[in-house]
């Protein structure tokens, strides 16, 4: 079955400054990968997602770039502020099985000011 | 209110009892979800529901069992609680984006200690 790698699991940065989080799958078939942020005393909530058949996405200043040869995704914030201080969770699944989304293991990312 | 609701949001019981993990939506939504998180193994599929009839096992479903009372209630049992079940539980719901995505969205979770 799928497997997600994640890292770094903690990530500390300077306010201003940028911050990625890399996830590896291993199933090939996967065609789907969206990213969730986790706030303290929440649920995940989603933030960005991506497909197979584009390579990058941005969103303001969150961009998620797939590399489908090297099974690499990653997440880009810029100009990072003290409220993108959470968890964030990469996660891949197959579009004919979406519901079935394998998570990584988490990123802490904390931004100080 | 919250769209997804989660109730107790902690609870601290003994090995060997009984729990019950409650969940409503007011999203409208088929799709529920029963997930745990545990530290450094982020979130892992326990149970899930596409509607009142259909019940399926996820990656991690021993030791547990669900009931779908209604499209909007999903609950979650430990039949036997033991202290590896402590973590924190999340309820979802999903329905499909625009873009077909199957969009999850989460509960506050309910943190469970099992002494």
């Known amino acids: 079955g799928e497997n997600v790698e994640q890292h770094p699991s903690t990530l500390s940065v300077q306010e201003g400054d940028s911050a990625v989080i890399k996830c590896t799958y291993s199933?090939?078939?996967?065609?789907?990968f969206p990213w969730y942020k986790q706030e303290l005393g929440k649920g995940p909530q989603l933030i960005i997602d991506?497909?197979?058949?584009?390579g990058e996405k941005k969103d303001q200043r969150i961009a998620v770039t797939l590399n489908k040869t090297a099974k690499h995704f990653s997440l880009h914030i810029t100009e990072t502020q003290p409220e993108d201080s959470a968890v964030y969770f990469c996660?891949?699944?197959?579009?004919?099985?979406?519901?079935?989304?394998?998570f990584g293991s988490g990123t802490r990312l904390l931004v100080r000011p | 209110d919250a769209d997804v609701t989660q109730t107790p949001r902690n609870r601290i019981t003994k090995t060997g009892k009984r729990i019950m993990l409650e969940c409503s939506q007011t999203?409208?939504?088929?799709?529920m979800y029963w997930y745990r998180q545990d530290p450094g193994l982020g979130l892992r599929l326990i149970y899930y529901?596409?509607?009142?009839?259909?019940?399926n096992k996820g990656e991690i479903s021993d030791g547990y069992s669900v009931s779908r009372q209604a499209q909007a209630k999903f609950s979650l049992s430990l039949e036997s609680a033991i202290p590896n079940q402590t973590a924190l539980y999340f309820c979802?719901?999903?329905?499909?984006?625009?873009?077909?995505?199957?969009?999850?969205?989460f509960g506050a979770g309910s943190r469970l200690t099992v002494l």
């Open positions: 991506i497909r197979s058949n584009v």
């Open positions: 999203k409208g939504h088929d799709r």
């Open positions: 979802a719901t999903s329905d499909l984006n625009r873009a077909g995505a199957n969009v999850l969205t």
């Open positions: 529901s596409f509607d009142v009839k259909d019940i």
């Open positions: 199933d090939s078939a996967s065609n789907y």
């Open positions: 996660a891949a699944s197959r579009t004919d099985s979406s519901y079935k989304l394998i």
